[in-house]
């Protein structure tokens, strides 16, 4: 059979018809993204003006924040909905959701992946808690990201006397995914590949919804070139297959064999030596309040009452807690996991974030979120944009343009423990530290710790439910969460109460009965 699915990116293009729902994966800084298909259809829109009116679905962030991955699709015609879980890689997709031009929409990017799944599988959409008391609750938004978007995405059921959310199922028309090579049969394989992501799902739910699979690969191998047990997506799910021979790694990175899992004896234990002189090397670094911040987070990874903890690190402060550990040598002590469905290894930062070097495993997106909702994390590092005296916390809409959570929701939602990590004011905020404390020599424009957040992405009432334990670290003071609301219970050395805390909120915390001193240690520019 079937050298004939093979095809040029603009053929695979020409399958997408007006109206389409097309379903993409990928991950900021290139990771597992289709690009070559992804500026096909660009470039047959722009010539074109074909397809129109599409419907995109992606559970993650996907982008440069200037002209790749959701960047393409950023045209007025081409688009009519988005359903994103991470919008801020694409600038020029916010513009066009800001200016009503489109239908803004956001999904966890957990319940996303599993969503796909249920599609696929032909059940009546995804049955959850994830979500409830957030954005996504149809009694909070819908997932309703702007004017023009009017339906909600889930609905609020009753099983045995529970609420859970059922997020309700729509065909997927294409489905665009990346992957590392093919055989002549159009069986598929992600050796090469930094992650699985949620690429299983997305094929299974365009294959049974009666839809179209496009997959980009780097490599045509012969038939029976791929073992079976390297194949992730059988030849019976694929409709049409582009190879780009330029696929690369990451945006920047052509191929790394330590971001695909595939060093192995002394080449694994050379590159892991390098990560940790890496990590040592940045941890004695500049130093900073975000340093700061994350000793004191650090000091909460082994207090979870359990031997080796599960414990999932987040994008800002959170990456500093993760860079930290590394360098003390401790991630022996621990699992950690990223929700692209990631083991071990050392984690990357910035816009490389969700790739890890010398991973121990790597699983589908799908199935790392089953075990985060089935309660197998046991903490987890994660930023705030701001948060409220009911300890609500709001990372998916700030300013009035949309973010999205991305696995926010999915994560703090069901850790046993959430520490949120973060400045307590920003925009012109001047910090001194490094001798044991912390000085404010200009206080922020603008308050982070808000009387009401502008929109809730974790509930603390709903976290009182689930009986997490929840902090709240900042460079200037430590907060929980309790029933009575946020209680202040820590300050760090050289900050004064009233001056530099209460009176940069917008509400009035409980003060802890025994107000603690943070030590000097966080606070001085020495190896951790």
């Known amino acids: 059979m079937s050298s004939s699915k093979f095809m040029s990116a603009a053929q695979a293009a020409g399958l997408i018809r007006d109206g389409d729902t097309v379903g993409l994966m990928g991950g900021g800084g290139g990771l597992m993204e289709a690009s070559c298909l992804f500026e096909a259809v660009q470039a047959r829109f722009l010539a074109t003006q074909q397809p129109r009116n599409l419907t995109m679905v992606h559970a993650l962030g996907i982008g440069d924040k200037k002209t790749k991955g959701m960047n393409c699709f950023a045209h007025e015609g081409l688009v009519k909905r988005v359903i994103g879980g991470h919008w801020v890689w694409s600038p020029a997709m916010q513009q066009l959701a800001e200016a009503e031009k489109i239908e803004a929409y956001i999904l966890p990017g957990g319940v996303s992946s599993q969503l796909m799944r249920e599609i696929g599988a032909g059940r009546p959409g995804l049955f959850t808690h994830v979500g409830l008391g957030t954005v996504c609750d149809p009694r909070r938004g819908g997932g309703r990201m702007n004017a023009s978007a009017r339906e909600d995405l889930a609905e609020v059921v009753q099983m045995d006397g529970r609420e859970y959310l059922r997020y309700k199922p729509f065909p997927i028309h294409v489905a665009l995914v990346r992957a590392s090579a093919a055989d002549e049969d159009g069986n598929i394989s992600f050796e090469h590949e930094a992650a699985n992501l949620d690429a299983p799902s997305l094929a299974l739910a365009a294959r049974n919804s009666g839809g179209t699979v496009i997959v980009q690969v780097k490599e045509r191998l012969p038939r029976g070139a791929l073992k079976a047990r390297e194949v992730r997506i059988p030849s019976a799910w694929v409709d049409a297959i582009v190879v780009d021979p330029d696929q690369r790694a990451s945006y920047d990175i052509p191929f790394d064999p330590a971001l695909s899992g595939e060093l192995t004896g002394v080449e694994r234990y050379e590159s892991e030596s390098k990560d940790h002189e890496a990590e040592k090397a940045a941890a004695a670094g500049a130093f900073s309040e975000r340093q700061a911040v994350a000793r004191r987070a650090a000091e909460e990874l082994f207090n979870t009452g359990k031997a080796?903890?599960?414990?999932?690190?987040?994008?800002?402060?959170?990456?500093?807690?993760?860079?930290?550990?590394?360098?003390?040598?401790?991630?022996?002590?621990?699992?950690?996991?990223?929700?692209?469905?990631?083991?071990?290894?050392?984690?990357?930062?910035?816009?490389?974030?969700?790739?890890?070097?010398?991973?121990?495993?790597?699983?589908?997106?799908?199935?790392?979120?089953?075990?985060?909702?089935?309660?197998?994390?046991?903490?987890?590092?994660?930023?705030?944009?701001?948060?409220?005296?009911?300890?609500?916390v709001n990372v998916s809409r700030l300013g009035g343009l949309t973010v999205g959570p991305g696995g926010f929701i999915d994560i703090a939602q069901n850790a046993r423990k959430v520490v949120f990590c973060g400045t307590l004011a920003a925009k012109g905020v001047k910090l001194q530290t490094g001798d044991g404390r912390m000085r404010v020599l200009q206080q922020g424009g603008v308050k982070k710790l808000v009387k009401q957040v502008e929109q809730i992405t974790?509930?603390?009432?709903?976290?009182?439910?689930?009986?997490?334990?929840?902090?709240?670290?900042?460079?200037?003071?430590?907060?929980?969460?309790?029933?009575?609301?946020?209680?202040?219970?820590?300050?760090?050395?050289?900050?004064?109460l009233q001056r530099d805390v209460l009176d940069q909120m917008a509400f009035?915390?409980?003060?802890?009965?025994?107000?603690?001193?943070?030590?000097?240690?966080?606070?001085?520019?020495?190896?951790a």
């Open 508 to 527: 009035v915390p409980r003060i802890a009965a025994s107000l603690a001193v943070m030590p000097d240690a966080y606070f001085r520019n020495a190896t």
């Open 308 to 392: 080796r903890p599960v414990v999932n690190y987040g994008v800002g402060v959170p990456d500093a807690v993760a860079k930290l550990i590394a360098a003390r040598g401790e991630q022996h002590r621990l699992y950690q996991t990223i929700e692209h469905g990631t083991y071990g290894g050392t984690l990357m930062d910035g816009v490389l974030f969700g790739y890890a070097r010398n991973a121990t495993a790597m699983l589908d997106a799908a199935t790392q979120f089953d075990f985060y909702a089935g309660g197998g994390l046991d903490i987890a590092f994660l930023g705030f944009g701001e948060f409220d005296a009911q300890g609500n």
């Open 458 to 496: 974790f509930s603390g009432p709903q976290g009182l439910v689930r009986r997490q334990e929840v902090l709240y670290l900042t460079e200037r003071a430590s907060f929980r969460l309790t029933a009575e609301g946020i209680e202040l219970f820590e300050i760090a050395p050289g900050i004064d």
